[in-house]
């Protein structure tokens, strides 16, 4: 199962940071974000990934095309032009990166990548948030309700849009960055069948907007209820938290 992230947007609540990289790359402690994001799904045994690149992309692509060499012990023979790898730290990812366009929104991003998805059911996070959530009961979830797609959902506190859930743990309304009090919102980590690319229209298709609402009036939308750690990175206050977490070996959500 393919696990596609979200990581071409260009982060403005974050520009004292993203004015130099791509939000997914900003460290936590001494990782991006997006690394921490891929070593979660590894975790549970999901390592192939599809990352949705827009604003300053090739830095993305360079810290994967040079990750073997900075992540291993190497001498550099400079007489014989020869270079040498002592320890290396390998990892069991496949990683795909795709340009999705700078200005495209998020349902645009996804339906870029419809050729490279060729299983029936995919993952789709954000590229600026973490949880400690396990991604394979996350599965069963939404195998389990056949439904068309599952999103995970979280209550951070009142500055995200919110959904409506019955007793059913369906959501019969999605309604994205409006004001409300802190209850359930979209917090990532879903689930989804390929047929949700049946609702995604154009590079101007915002998911969180006509595509979840409609799958919410058709009943095709469930939430998968997490009440552990979930944290996305959406401001400087928020990257210095996660940064103190991690310096506190508190971070909740580095489970390897």
Known sequence: MKVVILAGGFGTRISEESQKLPKPMIEIGDKPILWHIIKEYSHY???????????????????????????????????????????????PWKITLVDTGLYTMTGGRIKRIKEYIKDDTFLLTYGDGVCDINIKDLVKFHKSHKKLATVTAVQPGGKFGALSIDDSDKITSFVEKSKEDGGWINGGYMVLSTKVFDYLKDDSTVFEKEPLEKLAKEGQLVAYKYDGFWQCMDTLKDKNYLDKLLENNEAPWIKW
Do not use: A
């Open 45 to 91: 045994g999901f390592n192939e990934f599809i990352i949705c690149l827009g604003y300053k992309q090739q830095i993305i692509k360079e810290y994967f095309s040079n990750y073997y060499l900075n992540n291993s012990d190497i001498t550099f023979d400079m007489k014989n032009n020869d270079i040498i790898v002592h320890k290396t730290c390998s990892e």
